[in-house]
């Protein structure tokens, strides 16, 4: 055993204590950074003790730096976050299509359709009143604006949509290629310590953030590399360059193939944000708009069969009450014709050319109780009320699923935590250990010293 | 290895706890400001079609109790008059009775023809009086008074044209109406056309219902309408749905027609609410005498001293009461019959309204006491959250 071997040893001991100091000040100082992964510095003997004569000194050296982390979790949040991310929009979504549909404050398109109907019925009890026609061609006029408004707005919920759907893909893009440039950072330096933790962190943050807007499937390389998947199997990041994606003619598309869509691909697993807007988009408010459609079609065709039928104050006849139906946009152009608006004794009341008889607007007043809708199984009105409750379900199911994938991710994130957290009492704990660590090696430097000079003194 | 629990993941279960504690406190709160349980119509999608149903219903029982204190009105103006009716013939049966005893001769018959020509002039304001701008005994009509002053021949009006016709030739009638009782004729045009090309229907009943289509250009030619009427073209150009009518009058007085004016009172369910001119003084339709010939018949006799004619008088005055006693009657049961349907709806109101009330409206005696426990929760909650930061042990160490 020589002298300076041990102050080798000593010197060493303090370099790695110092070492891991370092790294224990680099987790406090991280405590509340997202996404960050605590380090731990792995002590390790180096040097061996030989039996016999000649003896290696024992000495300890920090070995590597290792970032505590869970890759089995890490692939259970990635998962959870698209899931997460799809029910919430689709949440945030419905729930701006719930105010089109305010029937719960009793200003709806319930009591707009109730008056209409009501309407009539004034008219057939006084059928040559101008006040009575005046009455009914407002209230009609109020139940057209009304159809145009819902079907309008229906149809801005799909354009903010398509909005989003452009957003979401710009920062798609911006993760990819930051994803894309993290990978080559990380393979260039190999796996060494420090350093590349940090970009193993920030590459980890950003593909959960990617996971939240869009279906993936991931694998790390074996040189560090992480691929990235749609779920049709197309690789969207690679070794070196991300793919990136477009917005054309309303669907998602490859820049480098723009006639492919990928809309089907990426709305088919309901995850991801991408999925769920492209979903309300092409899926439920189309089918609300439908039903709107339909409603309107209903009312319109079924007035204006019985209008024709019937003679206003000039005694004619064959003439509609509505703009007749076309084949879509019904609910949005709907109207009343423009001869009744601005004459309003166009109205046909009467079933005969004598106008003191009421009929036809009495019968048109009693269409509100007979069964057109649903393949003449109900009526206007239960057709309506079957159409907001089920908007209600839908949009009731999709926040009680947002809240169900919100807790879920909620707890993986805080086994996450819990896992690769920071917690400051460990590190305190640690810091005490290593600084008693560093005194003592700085003590054993003393002693060295302290027996160097004796041995110097002995010759004297 | 027991758990780690670390100060990022303690921070944000504390964050998400307060979170929870407070959209709970949120719903309750709104809850009790808008005192319903449905405030969205996520909040109850079921309970949110059912108060749709109700309200829908709510609405049409409103319109429908309308409708009956329209008829009530109608109805208890038409019983009035009618009633007005029978006292004036009462008068005029006594006068009957008077001027056919032997007390009576030529000069006080001669008075009396006068008083009757008096009661002739009431009935015939009472027989076109008004409710609004609507005549009450004139069926559909509403364009003429239903009751002429004086007896005319079998008639027919001259054709009329629909407002918005194309067609701007001539149009003649002619002929001698041999119908029943008052009525209009109605020609359509269904397919248009020159005279050699145009095609229409016939309605005999105002134009509710359609005989076959005629042949191309058998317009051309004189068109038989039926009992007794004919219509022809000049020259033009018809449109479809062009439309020409002829009103055609028995002889009598009454101008006005049959037409039954009906009310909906319920869901499915009508009320006829008028009485016809015809049904009430006249011995067309469903009426048996005709209340203005016999008393000009009555007057007659008077001015020519003609006791038999005075005589029968009295037997055809109390005919005529007895109809009008009839659509007395009838007003008086079909007012029975919206008394009913009234309270019937009224009940229907009601539990409507318990319904809706029932599906939606909140018990604020148990959101204040669910508010209050949500509010102590949540300040729990805070005063938790404040301590976190006192705890560390850093504290400890010196």
Redesign the interface.
């Known amino acids: 055993m020589s002298l300076s071997g041990l102050l080798q040893v000593s010197r060493n001991a303090l370099a790695s204590y110092q070492t891991a100091i370092d790294v224990t000040g680099g987790n406090i100082a991280n405590v509340s950074t997202p996404g960050y992964s605590r380090q731990r510095p792995v002590l390790r003997t180096t040097g061996d003790v030989q039996g016999g004569a000649t003896n290696a000194q024992m000495s300890v050296e920090v070995s590597k730096v290792e970032r505590i982390f869970d890759n089995y979790l890490e692939v259970q949040i990635v998962d959870q976050q698209q899931k997460a991310g799809y029910s919430e929009t689709e949440s945030s979504l419905l729930g701006r299509i719930e105010l089109i549909f305010n029937e719960t404050k009793g200003a709806g398109l319930n009591d707009v359709m109730g008056r209409f109907w009501g309407s009539w019925d004034d008219l057939a009890n006084n059928p040559e009143g101008q006040v009575e026609r005046g009455a009914l061609v407002s209230a009609s006029e109020e139940l057209a604006t009304r159809f145009n408004t819902i079907a309008s707005d229906l149809e801005d919920a799909q354009q903010d949509a398509k909005l989003s759907i452009k957003d979401t893909i710009l920062e798609i893009n911006k993760l990819t290629s930051s994803i894309a440039d993290l990978n080559k950072s990380i393979v260039e330096r190999g796996n060494m310590s420090g350093e590349s933790n940090r970009l193993l962190d920030e590459r980890s943050e950003s593909l959960k953030s990617l996971s939240e807007l869009i279906d993936l499937n991931y694998v790390v390389d074996g040189n560090g590399s992480l691929s990235v998947f749609l779920p049709d199997g197309s690789q969207i990041i690679g070794a070196a360059a991300a793919l990136e994606l477009n917005y054309k003619s309303d669907h998602v598309v490859f820049k480098q193939s723009p006639n492919e869509s990928m809309d089907q691909i990426l709305s088919q697993g309901n995850k991801g944000k991408l999925a769920a807007l492209l979903n309300v988009r092409d899926d439920d408010i189309p089918s609300y708009l439908d039903k709107l459609d339909d409603l309107a079609k209903g009312i319109i065709t079924q007035v204006n069969e019985l209008h024709q039928d019937g003679y206003d104050g000039y005694q004619n006849t064959g003439n509609d009450f509505f703009a007749p139906a076309e084949s879509d946009n019904i609910a949005k152009n709907m109207a009343v014709m423009d001869e009744i608006i601005k004459d309003v004794n166009r109205i046909a009341a009467s079933t005969v050319v004598s106008s003191g008889n009421g009929e036809t607007a009495r019968e048109i007043s009693a269409l509100k109780d007979q069964l057109f809708m649903n393949s003449d199984t109900a009526t206007f009105g239960s057709y309506y009320g079957s159409m907001v409750g089920e908007i209600g379900r839908d949009i009731a199911d999709a926040k009680s699923n947002a809240e169900h994938q919100d807790t879920i991710l909620t707890q993986l994130i805080s086994h996450r935590d819990s896992m690769s957290g920071v917690s400051v009492d460990e590190e305190m704990m640690n810091i005490l250990k290593y600084q008693m660590g560093y005194n003592a090696a700085g003590r054993l430097c003393q002693t060295v010293n302290e027996m160097l000079e004796t041995l110097m003194n002995i010759g004297r | 290895m027991s758990?780690?629990?670390?100060?990022?993941?303690q921070?944000?279960?504390i964050i998400?706890n307060l979170f929870g504690i407070r959209k709970q406190y949120q719903d309750v709160m709104e809850k009790l400001t808008s005192q319903?349980n449905?405030?969205?119509?996520?909040?109850?999608?079921?309970g949110?079609?059912?108060v749709?149903?109700y309200?829908?219903t709510s609405?049409?029982i409103?319109?429908y109790q309308?409708?009956v204190e329209?008829?009530n009105s109608w109805l208890s103006a038409t019983e009035g008059k009618l009633n007005n009716a029978t006292d004036i013939l009462t008068e005029a049966r006594a006068l009957a009775v008077a001027q056919a005893s032997g007390t009576a001769n030529g000069n006080t018959r001669k008075i009396a023809a006068q008083k009757v020509q008096a009661i002739m002039d009431e009935m015939l304001s009472l027989a076109n009086s008004q409710l609004?701008?609507?005549?009450l005994f004139?069926?559909?009509?509403?364009?003429v008074a239903p009751f002429a002053s004086e007896e005319e021949t079998a008639d027919i009006d001259n054709p009329?044209?629909?407002?918005?016709?194309s067609y701007e030739g001539e149009v003649g009638q002619s002929g001698t109406y041999t119908g029943e009782t008052n009525k209009?004729y109605?020609l359509?045009i269904t397919t248009g056309g020159t005279q050699g090309a145009a095609k229409y229907e016939i309605s005999s009943?105002?134009?509710?219902t359609w005989g076959a289509e005629s042949a191309a250009g058998a317009i051309d030619n004189p068109v038989d309408l039926g009992d007794g009427i004919t219509i022809n073209f000049g020259d033009g150009t018809f449109a479809?749905?062009d439309?020409f009518?002829v009103n055609a009058y028995t002889a009598g007085y009454y101008r006005g027609?049959d037409?039954a004016?009906?009310?909906?009172v319920n869901?499915?369910s009508?009320a006829n609410y008028n009485i016809t001119g015809a049904e009430a003084f006249t011995d067309k339709g469903d009426g048996n005498i005709d209340v203005f010939k016999v008393l000009k018949s009555f007057k007659d006799a008077l001015e020519g001293n003609d006791v038999d004619g005075i005589s029968a008088a009295i037997d055809d005055m109390e005919q005529a009461q007895e109809q009008v006693s009839l659509c007395i009657a009838k007003c008086g049961s079909r007012a029975n019959r919206m008394d009913m349907v009234k309270s019937n709806l009224s009940e229907l109101e009601l539990s409507m309204t318990s319904l809706i009330s029932a599906t939606e409206d909140a018990d604020i005696a148990e959101l204040a006491t669910t508010f209050s426990m949500k509010e102590v929760a949540l300040q729990a909650a805070y005063e938790v959250a404040s301590r976190i930061t006192s705890n560390?042990?850093?504290n400890f160490?010196k």
């Open positions: 758990i780690r629990i670390t100060d990022n993941g921070y944000r279960s998400d319903k449905i405030n969205n119509i996520s909040d109850d999608a079921l949110v079609t059912r749709l149903g309200k829908q609405q049409a409103d319109q309308r409708n329209n008829t609004g701008d609507r005549y004139a069926g559909s009509r509403s364009d009329m044209a629909g407002g918005a016709n209009s109605v359509k009943d105002g134009g509710k479809a749905n439309v009518y027609n037409e004016l009906n009310v909906s869901k499915g009508s560390s042990i850093i160490l």
